[in-house]
């Protein structure tokens, strides 16, 4: 009997952690610090001397500026840096979500979408992508959950675990129901950027009541730079979220904003890195399912890093996700960490390891099966 772990469960199992091949894992190749300083003429030299005093409340002025210049419409103000998104999110439902407040998920999520309305005593009404309808959510459906008084809806474009990404039809239909509702929205957009050329939804430009976010971790590969970032054009919403953010800690440490204005000096080309990444793991999934179509099926991804293959072996992706810790030293986390039953399995596919780990799951299933 398999037992159901959530997805920091299972990345923080000592099993997990000891296996050889991380095939579930959502950010970019990390990228070395040597590696980032290497960008830019001089960066190291001014790393070394740089000065370790309080540093300017919420965040440089600098980094700010660069992050606003992302969006065609935010202000500076509309701009908060975060400790990773994590922080970001915590921030949002803390500010601006109290009890018996419905808030619309779009599902499968990231969990804490999912807790953090919970532990805020809010009621949670998913609004679910479907396998078979190629995880595309239905508009019409949200039009139906929108009837409802809503405080707030919020979504991952690109989609984390199904990569979906809408075009701009969808966009457009779908902004144009929160439009009528005035609904709140919370459009978490890590995963946008990837693969280059992918325009990101830049929500916040497009909707008054939205709050975009976004990080370095996911397409820069800057996991354990903890950089994360709000944007809004809501001066109300943003004002609450700050008072929150005041209570707390409002500085964002000088060597992260250091190398971070580091990276968006240079996202152009850490954007290109993981690009070529990421295409050589999609040709080579795609390759790999073309020769195990009986055991496996896919959408591929519109963008970003990750993708959500159906098993159609037997037993549960759960059972599977055991055996593969115990007899192969893979580590693929499976659909029941999502709360969207057992039959999936999340590849994260921006790492330069992710072909050889394929090869490794394909020997696994040429044996045991």
Known sequence: MTEQRGLQEFFDDPATIATRHKMSASASEPVGQAELLALEPGAAER??????????????????????????????????????????????????IEPRDRVIVLTPCYPPHLLLPEWRGAEIVPWPARPENDWVPDLDELAGLLSKPTKAVITTFPQNPTGFMPDEAYLSAFLALLERSGTVLLSDEIYAGLPDGTAAPN??????????????????????LRLGWLASRDEKMMGAVKQVKDLFNCYVPAPVAFLAGVAFRNETKLIRRNSDILEASIMAVEEFIARHGNLFSWVPPGAGTVAFPRWHGPGGTQALSDQLVREASIALAPSLCFDAGDDHVRFGMCRRSFPDSLAALEKFLSSAL
Do not use: M, N, Q
């Not at 008054?208 to 996911?218: E, F, I, N, Q």
């Open 203 to 224: 929500l916040a430009d497009r909707y008054l009541k939205a709050v975009s976010l976004h990080g370095l971790s996911k397409t820069c590969g800057l996991p354990g």
């Open 47 to 96: 790393f070394v001397t740089l000065g370790l005093d309080y540093p300017e409340r919420f965040g440089p002025s600098e980094l700010r500026t660069a992050i606003a210049a992302k969006y065609s419409s935010v202000p500076f103000d509309g701009v908060l840096i975060t400790s990773g998104l994590d922080e970001g999110l915590a921030l949002l439902f803390t500010a601006l």
